[in-house]
């Protein structure tokens, strides 16, 4: 069973940044995917940005963090990474990594609702003073 764990989350004032990594292990799957998301307190999650496990590009980021987080994983798919600049109070969210299943049958295979996703991290909690 494919287990997550996220770590790098803290408090930092609003223009700074943070790293957060995402360990991956136990994956049973040839090809699947992998993706960033967070959820603030009474908000809906949102999906940051998904990967192909077989792949190195990044398939989407959401607009709210294009252009200040970046995300990216290692040559062994073994450890996910977000780099965050230029945070936002509204960035103030409990951030997750995720692993679910390839959808060969979409467009984007990896671009799909939260919920399909099968395994989560416990998450990592990221604030932001204004």
């Known amino acids: 069973e494919v287990q997550l764990v996220e770590s790098g989350g803290g408090s930092v004032q609003a223009g700074g940044s943070l790293r957060l990594s995402c360990v991956v292990s136990?994956?049973?799957?040839?090809?699947?995917?992998l993706g960033w998301f967070r959820q603030a307190p009474g908000k809906q999650r949102e999906r940051i940005a998904a990967?192909?496990?077989?792949?190195?590009?990044?398939?989407n980021y959401a607009d709210s963090v294009r252009g200040r987080f970046t995300a990216s994983k290692d040559s062994a798919e073994t450890t996910l990474y977000l780099q965050m600049n230029s945070l936002k109070p509204e960035d103030a969210a409990m951030y997750y990594c995720?692993?679910?299943?390839?959808?060969?049958?979409?467009?984007?295979?990896?671009?799909?609702?939260?919920?399909?996703?099968?395994?989560w991290g416990q998450g990592t909690q990221v604030t932001v003073s204004s």
């Open positions: 136990g994956s049973t799957s040839r090809r699947y995917c």
């Open positions: 990967l192909d496990s077989a792949g190195a590009a990044i398939t």
């Open positions: 995720a692993a679910g299943p390839y959808g060969a049958w979409l467009t984007r295979p990896c671009e799909y609702a939260p919920n399909e996703y099968y395994a």
